[in-house]
Structure formats: structure tokens, C-alpha cells
């Protein structure tokens, strides 16, 4: 059978052009994304994809995953931070994982707040920053 014939390179994983092809897809206006990046090893190009995420985040926001001993710290919090997001790392066997992933998933669904305007006066007002602070109930990232 197919899956039977599958078989790992153990290359490590190319995440850079997957990322590039999300955060350039178009989205709905007056939406915010949500990425999820679960990792439980090498990734190639980690700063470049950290960087892109960075660079291209727009209203998208990137939740990241480190599985295990063997995740990349350094990318983990990287894709999250730079994604207006946040991250986590869980033990293989972790028997709390539910206690772990569920805050993540809380701030996951709460409101997104995505290319505000200020108007005063029926003026528009402009905003001291492109980049907003990212804030998640009573926490700022």
C-alpha cells in the first residue's frame, strides 16, 4: 500500500516555502489568520524563516509548537514572536499536554484586532506605529 511504501529523508523540514505561500495567499478582508507551526526538530533556514514571518505577518498571527527534546527553541519563540503570537514546548508523553496546549488555543480565539483606523472629527488620524502591540487579555507580548 502507498503508506506502506512511505519512507522519511530525515533531512530536515523545508518550512520556509510553505510559510512564504500562506502569508502571501490573500485573505478575507477585515479577517485575521491564524498559522500553527508544530515542530519536533530541524527546520532548514530557521532565521529565514523567522524573518519572513517578520517581514509578511501582516493581521496573520503564528502559534507555534516545540514537540520534544529535539524542537528548535530559537524558532519556536522566534515564529512567534515575530507572528504577533505565542508559543509553547511540550514533552513527548507529557500527560498534562491538554493543561499545556489549552491556553494557547484560548488565546488563539480571542479577538483580533486588524488594521485600525482613528478617526476624530471625521478626520483620520495617523496611528504613531504601523506595528501595534500585540495584547492577549491581561498579557502583552
Known amino acids: 500500500?502507498?503508506?506502506e511504501n512511505l519512507k522519511a529523508d530525515l533531512g530536515g523540514t523545508s518550512l520556509y516555502d510553505p510559510l512564504k505561500?500562506?502569508?502571501g495567499s490573500d485573505m478575507k478582508t477585515g479577517c485575521s489568520r491564524q498559522?500553527?507551526?508544530?515542530n519536533d526538530g530541524g527546520v532548514s533556514n530557521p532565521d529565514g524563516c523567522?524573518?519572513?514571518v517578520?517581514?509578511?505577518?501582516?493581521?496573520?498571527?503564528v502559534f507555534?509548537?516545540?514537540i520534544g527534546s529535539g524542537a528548535s527553541h530559537k524558532l519556536v519563540s522566534g515564529l512567534a514572536e515575530g507572528g504577533n503570537g505565542k508559543s509553547v514546548f511540550v514533552e513527548v508523553g507529557d500527560h498534562q499536554l491538554s493543561q499545556t496546549l489549552m491556553p494557547l488555543l484560548e488565546l488563539a480565539l480571542q479577538f483580533a484586532l486588524v488594521n485600525p483606523k482613528l478617526t476624530f472629527n471625521d478626520n483620520n488620524i495617523k496611528l504613531a506605529s504601523d506595528k501595534l502591540?500585540?495584547?492577549f487579555g491581561?498579557?502583552?507580548n
Request: glycine share 6%; hydrophobic share 45%.
Open 1 to 3: 500500500s502507498w503508506l
Open 21 to 23: 505561500k500562506i502569508l
Open 35 to 38: 498559522v500553527w507551526v508544530l
Open 50 to 52: 523567522i524573518n519572513l
Open 54 to 61: 517578520k517581514k509578511e505577518v501582516g493581521s496573520t498571527r
Open 64 to 66: 507555534s509548537v516545540g
Open 133 to 135: 502591540a500585540v495584547s
Open 138 to 140: 491581561n498579557k502583552t
